[in-house]
Antibody, heavy 124, light 116 residues
């Protein structure tokens, strides 16, 4: 069974850097074809994809946020870390991490399963 | 990249059926779309993937047979039959733009389903 859990500070100040950790079990990020993504959801608003890292350390970022994001993995700890610089109140959101599997047939879900999310509030 | 459009709300009576719609922007009629269910305070749960030929791959774990999908043109539909109280959720559609490891993820605005 695959599970993922997000952790990080519930409150950050404007201009600070946010560091979030996704700790997972049930798979290894050393396995070919697997990845972990980050998605966020401001209160009452839509989901927004942020970043994605694959088993081979290939990384993808949202074009609108790529200058502020860095995603890394620690395979030995089964963790993926997302950092976001220069935080602003508009970045207040619940941040989710999720499992991704590449399928040559295109039959696989974009993300499945997801973690429960962690709420981050940006305020002075 | 595609834009996915969803109506903000829908409602249906207990035991009735409802169809939710996700519309792709022009030029993306061949795209597959994922449906996700999000109960209050929870992370999204994969329901199933849909293309113009209907379901693609398998349903998500534990998704009842009451859930089905269809695709036509730019529209991707999720139908829920015999609606139960537990179906009251936000439903999001999403698509991955780009093939293989070349990825950009996009989501619709979500539809809040109220069970009357």
């Amino acid at each position: 069974q695959i599970t993922l859990k997000e952790s990080g500070p519930p409150l950050v100040k404007p201009t600070q850097t946010l560091t979030l950790t996704c700790t997972f079990s049930g798979f290894s990020l050393s396995t070919s074809g697997l990845g972990v993504g980050w998605i966020r959801q401001p209160p009452g608003k839509a989901l927004e994809w942020l970043a994605l890292i694959y088993w081979d350390d290939d990384k993808r970022y949202s074009p609108s946020l790529k200058t502020r994001l860095t995603i890394t993995k620690d395979t030995s700890k089964n963790q993926v870390v997302l950092t976001m610089t220069n935080m602003d109140p508009v970045d207040t959101a619940t941040y989710f991490c999720a499992h991704r599997r590449l399928c040559s047939s295109g039959d696989c879900a974009m993300f499945d399963p997801w973690g429960q999310g962690t709420l981050v509030t940006v305020s002075s | 990249q595609p834009v996915l459009t969803q109506p903000p709300s829908a409602s249906a009576s207990l035991g009735a059926s409802v169809t939710l719609t996700c519309t792709l922007s022009s030029g993306y009629s061949n795209y597959k779309v994922d449906w996700y269910q999000q109960r209050p305070g929870k992370g999204p749960r994969f329901v199933m993937r849909v293309g113009t030929g209907g379901i693609v791959g398998s349903k998500g774990d534990g998704i009842p047979d009451r859930f089905s999908v269809l695709g036509s043109g730019l529209n991707r539909y999720l139908t829920i039959k015999n609606i139960q109280e537990e179906d009251e959720s936000d439903y999001h559609c999403g698509a991955d733009h780009g093939s293989g490891s070349n990825f950009v993820g996009v989501f619709g605005g979500g539809t809040k389903l109220t069970v009357l």
